[in-house]
T-cell receptor, first 113, second 109 residues
Framework: NAGVTQTPKFRILKIGQSMTLQCTQD?????MYWYRQDPGMGLKLIYY???????DKGEVPNGYNVSRSTTEDFPLRLELAAPSQTSVYFC????????????FGSGTQLSVL | GQNIDQPTEMTATEGAIVQINCTYQ??????LFWYQQHAGEAPTFLSY??LDGLEEKGRFSSFLSRSKGYSYLLLKELQMKDSASYLC??????????WGAGTKLIIKP
């Protein structure tokens, strides 16, 4: 079982560059999420989706964009990378309601220099 | 505002018992999760409490008191592999997850 697959694991960007973090799940989950985790801080929600074609902003959406064209895929786009976006990013999914446990991808360590 | 408080770091001895406390203030309440996160890895689910009381699952137990805004995670027969961060997470009235910063647990032989 693959679960939630997230790529890449590591990436270094220069200020102003763009990139897409890929996230795919094979569990037919409706809910998908993007989080960032900074040292000593709780996870912060960037964007989430409750199903294909539906996305919504989380707590810290500025500087990011998402799309959800299929149930399986939920890519996160950084358009103009800034040092403040240096963080660890996690994609996650749940079957239906938010009171179900989250399944996480393995994470992406992103540095913007 | 919404807030979760848990100790930043705790140290315990292999084979012992440790209790990690969590207090919370949230806009409504629809449950509380505990997740385990090993260094450099993603969080993994440990427990979910929505009613008051103790839920036991093997060596790990989780307790909730909604009136006190308080939960704890109890780890028994500590093993070296239990060295990790433990994240307290609440679910508010809008079904939004509020994440604590986590408690780093260090296990010494």
């Amino acid at each position: 079982n693959a679960g939630v697959t997230q790529t890449p694991k590591f990436r270094i960007l220069k200020i102003g560059q763009s990139m897409t973090l890929q996230c795919t799940q094979d569990m037919n989950h409706n809910y998908m999420y993007w989080y960032r985790q900074d040292p000593g801080m709780g996870l912060k929600l960037i964007y989430y989706s409750v199903g294909a074609g539906i996305t919504d902003k989380g707590e810290v959406p500025n500087g990011y964009n998402v799309s959800r064209s299929t149930t399986e895929d939920f890519p996160l786009r950084l358009e103009l990378a800034a040092p403040s976006q240096t963080s660890v990013y996690f994609c996650a999914s749940t079957r239906t309601e938010a009171n179900e446990k989250l399944f996480f991808g393995s994470g992406t360590q992103l540095s913007v220099l | 505002g919404q807030n979760i408080d848990q100790p930043t770091e705790m140290t315990a001895t292999e084979g012992a018992i440790v209790q990690i406390n969590c207090t919370y203030q949230t806009s409504g309440f629809n449950g509380l999760f505990w997740y385990q996160q090993h260094a450099g890895e993603a969080p993994t689910f440990l427990s979910y409490n929505v009613l008051d009381g103790l839920e036991e699952k093997g060596r790990f137990s989780s307790f909730l008191s909604r009136s006190k805004g308080y939960s704890y995670l109890l780890l028994k027969e500590l093993q070296m592999k239990d060295s990790a961060s433990y994240l307290c997470v609440t679910l508010d009235s809008n079904y939004q997850l509020i994440w604590g910063a986590g408690t780093k647990l260090i296990i010494k032989p």
